[in-house]
């Protein structure tokens, strides 16, 4: 197993977001992957996070699955400063980001829908966020640099399904944690 290489040159950033990339393309498409021109949506993919580092100046790496990429592409690149990374032989992206989340923990947002990255993103303490919430603020940051975007309602109305003793109105401190790093980006 190779380890995950770490880019220092991002120190004055806000956050660090590793996103698995085959979740966001399904989640920006609506459409499975196997229907899919999986070249031309990362290119789409990566062309976007480009604009949204350049708005937000959070470090930004996205993580495909190395077995769905063409046999000419690199497996580790930089495009204006996206760290793009594709799983070796034998490990897909999930396990990739999970080795990320352990190594990382806190200071890293993990960005997937999947449930066993997830668990493991949190059991390492590292924030996890859903690609869908993700895709709808990189999409509102996208809007309101072209003058096109809304105002962004607060979330603060949850539901809690458990009771809880203490203030019914404040959110779990993994909430509370969840939303602050959201709040900076």
Do not use: C
């Not at 229907?35 to 990566?46: M, S, V």
């Not at 999970?98 to 999947?114: E, N, P």
């Not at 105002?151 to 399904?161: D, K, P, T």
């Not at 458990?162 to 109105?169: E, L, V």
């Amino acid at each position: 197993m190779v380890p995950f290489l770490v880019d220092t040159s991002f120190t004055e950033l806000s956050m660090w977001l590793a996103l698995d990339g085959y979740n966001v393309i399904a989640e920006m498409t609506g459409e499975a992957l196997g229907r899919l021109d999986l070249e031309a949506e990362r290119e789409e993919l990566n062309r976007l996070l480009v604009q949204y580092r350049r708005l937000s100046k959070n470090r930004l790496t996205v993580v495909y699955d190395g077995g769905r990429a063409l046999s000419g592409e690199p497996r580790n690149y930089s495009e204006s400063g996206i760290k793009v990374t594709f799983s070796s032989a034998g490990q897909s992206a999930d396990q990739l980001l999970m080795r990320m989340a352990h190594q990382y923990g806190s200071g890293l947002t993990i960005v997937t829908s999947d449930r066993e990255v997830v668990g493991a993103a949190e059991r390492s303490g590292a924030i996890v966020l859903a690609s869908g919430d993700f895709v709808q603020r990189m999409l509102l940051v996208l809007s309101q640099d072209e003058g096109l975007g809304d105002e962004e309602e607060g979330s603060a109305n949850r539901r809690h399904l458990t009771r809880k003793k203490g203030n019914p109105r404040r959110l779990s401190k993994k909430e509370r944690r969840r939303n602050s790093r959201l709040k900076s980006m």
